[in-house]
Every structure is written in C-alpha cells, then in structure tokens.
C-alpha cells in the first residue's frame, strides 16, 4: 500500500515540477504595405542587416527571433526596441515618419502557447 503513495506522490512532483519549468517563445514580425507605390525596408538587428523591397499590397515576414526562457503564460508583449535595433522604410526618397521601434507602431497577436507575432501596417499617411 506504501508503493502506491510513494508513486503517486512521485507522479505529483514529476508533473508539477514539468509545469513550472520556464519556456521559450518565438515571435515573428511582420508588415504590410498599404501605399500606392513599392516600399524600401532597411532593417538592423542585434544579429543581421537586412534590406527589402515590398510592393502594393504585399505582406512579409522581415524578422524572426526567439527570446528564450520567460516564463510560463508567454509569448508576453515585450518592447520592439529590445529586438529591432533600426528600422527605415522609405518610400522613394520620403523616409517613414512613424518610429516602428515604438512598440505601439506594432500589434502584438499571440498565435498560441508558443509563437506570438508583431504586425503593422505602412501607409501614404507614413510618409
């Protein structure tokens, strides 16, 4: 009869010792460009430069990151500036007058327990 407290109170540690561990998250980052004309991305991470070219209408992934261990309850809502070191759009010769290092430039959508995204939106009223 012991056998079967001792298993149960094992199973007990086990599983909760499994749900407390902390988890890493991935988040993508995306934008879509809604002006009238091709757009330029000039994009710098603390690990890559990156440049694209977005047409009317096109919607991409510029940036993809994994921010380790955070904690049970995640992806979380964490500051653009943390992973975006710059970010330049310009739209001929115009450059972008919206800061898209501002986390409120950004929609933070979490995809599930382990994937989150950043989407925005570049428009004429940008420039």
Not at 28 to 47: A, E
Not at 56 to 73: A, D, L
Not at 90 to 95: L, R
Not at 105 to 118: G, M, P, T, V
Request: aromatic share 18%.
């Amino acid at each position: 009869m012991k056998t079967h407290y001792v298993r149960f109170f094992l199973a007990v540690f086990i599983v909760s010792s499994i749900s407390s561990c902390e988890q890493g998250y991935s988040y993508n980052y995306i934008l879509t460009n809604k002006t009238d004309t091709i757009i330029t991305i000039y994009i710098k991470t603390f690990s890559k430069d990156t440049t694209f070219n977005f047409m009317p209408n096109e919607t991409k992934s510029i940036f993809s990151t994994f921010h380790g261990m955070e904690g049970n309850g995640g992806p979380f809502l964490s500051e653009v500036k943390f992973d975006l070191d710059s970010l330049i759009i310009k739209k001929g010769k115009k450059i972008s007058l919206k800061d898209y290092r501002k986390t409120k430039s950004w929609e933070f959508i979490k995809i599930d327990k382990f994937r989150a995204e950043y989407k925005s939106i570049v428009s004429d009223f940008d420039f």
